[in-house]
């Protein structure tokens, strides 16, 4: 691929590549030096791209991945110096006068950042970013089946999250019955 090349399809993706990080980061600086590294990356590997059937996915591919790489090596520093569990739940609650719909957005956003792979992205590029289910199975190295079943379970896992969120305190039974 030449510099031209590279110029014409690659970076115009920067501005999705920047919404699909920051969605998986939640935060615009960390979001910004992702699309840096993998812009770089991309460049550096621009030979690779043959593996895939568009630059689209090839650039989805190595953002989330680099993304998921950022999230594991925070979250080793964080059990390492004791843990931070109470930040994300003292930005709810410093928001809640937003709205009930904003507060489940925030709640649904903090239920997707505590899941595990490969649900999280799953949900994220699905649901949260728009990607057709074909995309988002190409930049997850998995068939379109293999996928639904996934986005259904984080689905599910999300559905039990809120409606124990939202049952907390009233004295309701916790068991969930279907």
């Known amino acids: 691929m ?3 090349e590279f110029r014409k399809t690659v970076l115009p993706e920067g501005r999705r590549l920047y919404a699909l990080a920051f969605r998986f980061l939640n935060n615009r600086e960390e979001a910004e030096d992702t699309v840096q590294e993998v ?6 590997e621009r030979d690779g791209k043959r593996d895939y059937a568009s630059v689209a996915s090839w ?41 009930d719909d904003r507060e489940a957005v ?30 988002t199975a190409e930049a997850m190295g998995t068939n ?8 259904s379970r984080a689905r599910k896992q999300i559905r039990e999250e809120m409606e124990r969120l939202y049952r907390y305190g009233t004295g ?3 068991r969930i019955v279907r």
């Open 2 to 4: 030449t510099p031209e």
């Open 39 to 44: 812009m770089m990356k991309l460049w550096s």
């Open 59 to 99: 650039c989805t591919t190595v953002t989330r991945n680099h993304c998921i790489d950022l999230l594991r090596r925070k979250k080793r520093l964080r059990l390492e110096a004791f843990g931070d569990a109470g930040s994300s739940t003292a930005a709810l609650a410093e928001n809640s006068a937003a709205g």
């Open 106 to 135: 925030r709640m649904v956003a903090a239920i997707v950042s505590r899941m595990k792979e490969p649900g999280r992205s799953a949900i994220i590029m699905r649901d949260m970013e728009g990607y057709s289910y074909e995309e």
């Open 144 to 151: 379109i089946t293999a996928l639904r079943t996934m986005i």
């Open 172 to 174: 309701e039974d916790k």
